[in-house]
């Protein structure tokens, strides 16, 4: 694919704003063509066109077993696809990190050891170590560099955990609904660090979650795929920080729940189901 192709899809409806990176950020974008993923005989992608801008910040929510999960594992390359193609422009061969639900800390090594994990091989190990103190710092985690993972909040791992992946300063990262386990407050705390550093360091975000408002709170654009296939693709024009509950961001949830629902009734202010809800 050429860059003038690539420039072109870029500005395809759906794709939303373009992005403006700091002039050091990693410049990495991501083409799908035709990409289509089996277990079996039985599909679970079907015929995937999608472009991701470098730098941009991408959602992707569905039902569960919609395969969002297998498409995030696709794009950075734990998983094969069946056909179709994958390109990363401008990317490293290890340009991608991924970051799970649980943050999957090794028990027996020190906060700082897990973060050093994620640095890429050619350094010294002072250099590691130094890297990874970095790393702590940037989600705030410096001061707890030397204990055990098991005396840290849930919360306070799964900073572990991105503090391992952005160690490395990726130019993608993956996010496979990282902040589904954490309780409502940290979450929205753990929302605003991911959204700050993406905005520092430049990286294209995908970002796998159930929560609509999740999606939109953090998202440049949000896809919605339905039995393995793109069934909606919105920009999300809003300025940041965005301003939770707002109408903006009510009106294009309301969109994406209509599409996801279709003819299921939602509860609205006049109906039975939510006058019993708030009785």
């Given at each position: 694919?050429?860059?003038?192709?690539?420039?072109?899809?870029?500005?395809?409806?759906?794709?939303?704003?373009p992005?403006?990176?700091?002039?050091?950020?990693?410049?990495?974008?991501?083409?799908l063509?035709?990409?289509?993923?089996?277990?079996?005989?039985?599909?679970?992608?079907?015929?995937i066109?999608?472009?991701?801008?470098?730098g941009?910040?991408?959602?992707?929510?569905?039902?569960?077993?919609?395969?969002k999960?297998?498409?995030?594992?696709?794009?950075?390359?734990?998983?094969?696809?069946?056909?179709?193609?994958?390109?990363?422009?401008?990317?490293?061969?290890?340009?991608?990190?991924?970051?799970?639900?649980?943050?999957?800390?090794?028990?027996?090594?020190?906060?700082?050891?897990?973060?050093?994990?994620?640095?890429?091989?050619?350094?010294s190990?002072?250099?590691?170590?130094?890297a990874?103190?970095?790393?702590?710092?940037?989600?705030?985690?410096?001061?707890?560099a030397?204990?055990w993972?098991?005396?840290?909040?849930?919360?306070?791992?799964?900073?572990?955990?991105?503090?391992?992946?952005?160690?490395?300063?990726?130019?993608?990262?993956?996010?496979?609904?990282?902040?589904?386990?954490?309780?409502?407050?940290?979450?929205?705390?753990?929302?605003?660090?991911?959204?700050?550093?993406?905005?520092?360091?430049?990286?294209?975000?995908?970002?796998?979650?159930?929560?609509?408002?999740?999606?939109?709170?953090?998202?440049?654009?949000?896809?919605?795929?339905e039995n393995?296939?793109?069934a909606?693709?919105?920009?999300?024009?809003?300025?940041?920080?965005?301003r939770?509950?707002?109408?903006?961001?009510?009106?294009?949830?309301?969109?994406?729940?209509?599409?996801?629902?279709?003819?299921?009734?939602?509860?609205?202010?006049?109906?039975?189901?939510?006058?019993?809800?708030?009785?």
């Amino acid at each position: 694919m050429t860059a003038r192709s690539l420039s072109t899809v870029a500005f395809a409806p759906g794709v939303g704003r373009p992005v403006a990176l700091r002039r050091d950020a990693p410049n990495a974008s991501i083409t799908l063509r035709g990409l289509s993923k089996s277990f079996g005989d039985k599909p679970v992608l079907r015929d995937i066109d999608l472009h991701v801008p470098a730098g941009q910040f991408l959602a992707i929510v569905g039902r569960s077993g919609c395969g969002k999960s297998t498409l995030l594992r696709t794009i950075v390359g734990l998983e094969g696809p069946s056909s179709g193609t994958i390109q990363v422009a401008g990317g490293r061969s290890d340009a991608g990190r991924i970051m799970f639900q649980e943050p999957r800390l090794l028990p027996w090594a020190r906060i700082v050891d897990n973060v050093r994990v994620g640095v890429r091989n050619g350094g010294s190990k002072a250099d590691a170590r130094k890297a990874a103190l970095a790393a702590l710092d940037e989600v705030g985690l410096a001061d707890r560099a030397g204990e055990w993972p098991s005396v840290l909040s849930g919360g306070q791992k799964q900073r572990v955990a991105l503090a391992r992946a952005l160690v490395s300063h990726p130019q993608v990262l993956a996010l496979d609904e990282p902040l589904g386990a954490l309780d409502a407050l940290t979450r929205i705390e753990m929302q605003t660090l991911l959204e700050r550093v993406w905005r520092e360091q430049g990286f294209t975000a995908v970002l796998v979650t159930h929560d609509v408002s999740e999606a939109l709170a953090l998202a440049d654009r949000v896809v919605l795929i339905e039995n393995g296939a793109i069934a909606l693709d919105v920009a999300v024009d809003l300025p940041r920080p965005r301003r939770r509950g707002s109408v903006e961001i009510a009106k294009l949830e309301g969109a994406i729940l209509d599409k996801l629902f279709g003819d299921i009734e939602r509860p609205t202010d006049e109906s039975p189901l939510h006058r019993e809800a708030v009785a």
